[in-house]
């Protein structure tokens, strides 16, 4: 059926260009969803439903309140460009001003999406080889910048090349941010507001559930469904596993550089909520519901203390309110729901690089300066400079500051593996990032976002973060080869791969990522062991 429509586009395409007239875009099937028909474009040949409206507007009355099922509209939904970017609350964490910095915005477009974000965002985005048949996995992804900014329409994360490759259907999201989506108003406003603190996970939940309703008119199988993300998202998907009404809507689960441990506390986020309404002026429900969207973003600026993030200060994300996530989602164990879900997890040798490579220090300190750094830090960050300066003894001090602020990304993703393969019944497996990119002279290394090009199989269209050549490229069918095996089959594989062997916390056997891969056994244990 599709190979006819191509060749009737084509020949209409060819009798026009012959006329003097322009190439025409191949329009995919009309897709009846629950809520209405639906119609995109095709991107070289695989067919793209963007921006399809997955939940109701959360504006006025539905500001902080669980998704609501969309309206049902008429004639033929257009799904031909992205939906709205929800709101952005970025900050940049160092000069946003070097070449490297500005290319990166062409694929992480996070200052662009300041300028067109809206309230009204809950979409998603579909990439199928064919809508019109087929029952294929399903890869959905859940987009980073914490849950302060990001969308799934970020272009490092377009779905074509892995949907065409591993022949999957692959969707992203957007969702509630920031305060939009995290702001616990239960103490002030009563029973009313008691999922406001976490409405932007249901958001992804209502998602998953669109998923399990609409994917198989998509060519999709809505009973193998992988669930995905990094950073941020990779919080989300630990959020997920442990979120009750999240249960039977995935079978399987990638974690990537965020592992979700634990989450923030009801009273304190409702504390910080006092202060956001506080600045914000708002006392009653009906001025927080009228309140425009932008002053509530500069609110939670004036409400937040200076140096807050990663891990300082008070921030916006789900909390453990005891119904909507009932408990840390990995501690004291990992969730009993989540135990029959196979689990992909893991982390880039050099994660904070892409924050710290543009502060005026980084370059310049000298291993005096940097013991100070690590003794200003505290004994963790001591022993954590001790261990990878024995682990790299070829490393400046710069980088070494940088390895020892990422430490956290290191324990909590073998803090996480380590509870879910104790009590799971499926596989666990951890993968390290090794693979340095030459981009910036080499100076990033294995950052922060590297593995996101090389799994979606977008080297070429990232060539601003993974450089170009044979290199990238052989990293991004591999590990492309790997995340669609592991959604096919539970198994991360490859023809460029060895075996690799499931983790466990008497084994801890991880695979070591890079133009020549091998599986390792416990590599980090010096830093996953450190204040134990």
Partial sequence: MKNSRKLCVGLAAIAT???????AQVVTPIVETKSGKVQGLEEGGVDAFLGIRYAAPPTGELRFQPPQTPEAWSGIGDATGMGAPCMQLYTPSGPNETDLTRQMQGIFPTATEAKIDNEDCLFLNVWTPDASSGKRPVMVWFHGGGYAYGSGGWPAYNGRNLAEKGDVVVVTVNHRLNAFGYLNLADKFGDDFAASGNVGNLDLVRSLEWVRDNIAAFGGD???????GESGGG???SHLMAMPSAKGLFHKAVVQSGPGVTSGKPDEAASFAEDILEAAG??????LRTLPAEELLIAVRKATPPNSGFGRGP??????DGTILPRDPFVPAAPEQSRGIPLMIGYNKDEMTLFVASQPWFGRIDEAQLAGMSAMMGPDAVAAVAAYRKMH????????AANAMGARFVQGTYLLADQQSRTATAPVYVYRLTWETPVGGGVLKSPHTLDIPLMFDNAVESAALVGTGDDPAKMAEMMSDAWISFAKTGTPSSDLLPEWKPYSAKSRMVMELDLEPRVVDDPEASIRTIGK
Wanted: glycine letters at 10%; hydrophobic letters at 40%.
């Fill in 235 to 237: 919080s989300k998907v």
């Fill in 315 to 320: 921030s916006l994300g789900p909390i453990a």
């Fill in 222 to 228: 809505p009973g193998n469904v992988t669930i995905m």
């Fill in 17 to 23: 260009t012959l006329a003097g007239g322009a190439f």
């Fill in 393 to 400: 003894p070829d490393y400046s001090p710069s980088h070494i």
């Fill in 282 to 287: 708002v006392s009653t429900v009906d001025e």
